[in-house]
């Protein structure tokens, strides 16, 4: 590598200049991050379809009577739906309509796709709706919700259509918690809906659905478990996406229950009362006060050193959630000793839970200046480093933004401090690895922090330093690899730090004629 007093007079004769000096700051827009959301599929979610828990049986007599061909085992499904539909619409006996409904449930659960779409093309849609209110028989209702429940299990259109029929409305009319069996069939169709599309979200709670969800732990009887983790389940598709919920009150009461859920069933609910808290707390700064008062951040704490990542994505969301609002906050979740539990995470070997664990290490050092200082002293800000230059494009951005906020806000002290530790170093691995050019740009602003903090000593030794560990040359190479702006902001910083004043020189006079125009 060249001497520094050679690289520089290298750089006089052949830097590119393409565009003017002056150099362009990317700002950070907020300094609580606005939570990455990736689409997850937790092992209850997927399993939304309601499998027969019956054995398969031959079909009963009683409708073979009506429809003889409907025991014959090569029956096409269309004309067998078909028929079924028949005798459920047509039929005066209640025994046939029972059976024909056991029967189609009996299609519809077979764990395939293909009949969900085949019952909305029959017509199946307006009638399971129907049923759901237009007779007293118990049976009858909890087939017609188990239809329905798998039913939303499958296309989108499907669902729609179920709704634009008034599924919504009768089903949660039938939310008792006297009546499990019923209400785990209903109770599994509204999560389906709420958890199809934010539309359907909104329009369930519009409808109070969530209110009666809380109501059945409120209640005094006893529920069976399962019942209780498909209602939690429900409650997590009601949350999901809304950033709060209606009022105080209820915010309380969703908290109480995941602490509950935690704290008393097992790991497959408690997986889900994580996502609860994750969803409550992205909201205002009043509902992670609740979720701090109420005590059960001492429980996420424990799921921090859980090596599954399904508990601990939701946990450190929850954390990094509560760790973007405010000062006393953020405090708090110091006080919780955070730092050394994501010292656990950040090498975690899955880049989602590498990339939560820097998010929420972003909104601690958009903290105050106390807290910026305090963090950089721990441990984990040398480990840390590493995501700078992570396998992961989304890890290395999140990284930069670690980094560039303790640069940006941080006391100057504290930025000498990470050069101190060897940032530099880590810094020229990222540039030489980093296509992205958001993050490329955090690197830059990364990098202007360190120089610009370097000023504290008469001889700025991190300008120095900078191009010792070749970030200097990185960043010169890498003009025109991204995009007008960011050429803007690499020639800013070398000019600014790297620069020399073009010797002024007076105009010698000279003989050749200067031509004036009249």
Not at 263 to 274: F, S
């Amino acid at each position: 590598m060249l001497k520094l007093e050679a690289r520089l007079e290298e750089r006089r004769q052949n830097f590119l200049k393409s565009v003017d000096q002056d150099t362009i700051q990317h700002k950070r827009d907020q300094f609580a991050v606005e939570l990455r959301r990736t689409k997850r599929l937790s092992k209850f979610n997927s399993k939304r379809v309601m499998l027969s828990k019956q054995a398969e049986s031959q079909v009963p007599k009683i409708l073979v009577d009506y429809y003889p061909q409907l025991q014959n085992p090569d029956l096409d499904l269309r004309h067998k739906l078909t028929i079924l539909y028949n005798l459920i619409t047509s039929s005066a006996s209640y025994e046939v309509l029972y059976k024909a409904l056991l029967e189609a449930r009996k299609v519809i659960t077979s764990g395939s796709s293909l009949p969900i779409v085949i019952f909305a093309e029959v017509g199946y849609i307006s009638v399971l709706v129907n049923l759901l209110e237009c007779t007293s028989d118990h049976e009858i209702k909890k087939e017609a919700a188990w239809c329905i429940a798998n039913m939303t299990s499958g296309d989108h259109f499907v669902t729609r259509s179920l709704v634009e029929y008034g599924a919504v409305e009768k089903l949660i009319r039938l939310i008792d918690p006297y009546k499990q069996d019923l209400l785990e069939n209903v109770v599994w169709a509204l999560a389906n809906i709420a958890g199809d599309c934010q539309e359907f979200r909104d329009y369930a709670n519009s409808h109070k659905l969530i209110y009666e969800l809380v109501g059945v732990f409120d209640s005094d009887c006893e529920v069976d478990d399962g019942v209780i983790k498909t209602c939690a389940w429900a409650i997590q598709n009601c949350v999901k996406n809304t950033r709060g919920l209606p009022d105080m009150q209820l915010v309380n009461q969703v908290i109480h229950i995941a602490k509950n859920l935690i704290r008393n069933y097992d790991e497959e609910t408690q997986n889900i009362a994580l996502w609860i808290l994750s969803e409550v707390t992205n909201g205002e700064n009043k509902h992670i006060a609740a979720a701090i008062n109420s005590g059960v951040m001492s429980e996420i704490m424990k799921f921090l050193e859980h090596n599954n990542s399904e508990y601990l994505i939701p946990a450190l969301r929850t954390c990094g959630n509560i760790v973007s609002g405010d000062a006393q906050q953020t405090q708090t979740m110091l006080n919780y000793r955070l730092l050394d539990y994501l010292q656990n995470t950040v090498d975690h070997q899955e880049y989602k839970v590498r990339k939560e664990t820097y998010w929420t290490l972003s909104n601690i050092t958009a903290g105050t200046k106390s807290q910026i200082s305090y963090s950089v002293s721990q441990p984990i800000m040398v480990s840390a480093m590493k995501g700078l230059h992570d396998p992961n494009n989304y890890v290395r951005r999140e990284a930069s933004w670690v980094y560039s906020n303790i640069t940006e806000i941080g006391p100057k002290a504290t930025v000498i401090q990470l050069v101190h530790m060897g940032i530099l170093t880590r810094l020229s691995q990222a540039f030489q690895v980093e296509s992205d050019p958001k993050t490329f740009s955090n690197l830059l602003r990364l990098s202007r922090g360190l120089l610009e903090a370097g000023n504290l000593n008469e001889d700025n030794f991190v300008v120095k330093a900078f191009c010792e560990v070749g970030c200097l040359d990185l960043i010169e190479s890498l003009q025109l690899k991204y995009n007008e702006r960011i050429d803007q902001e690499i020639i800013g910083l070398i000019e600014e730090f790297y620069g020399f004043e073009e010797e002024q020189q007076q105009p010698e006079s000279s003989s050749i004629s200067q031509f004036e125009f009249s």
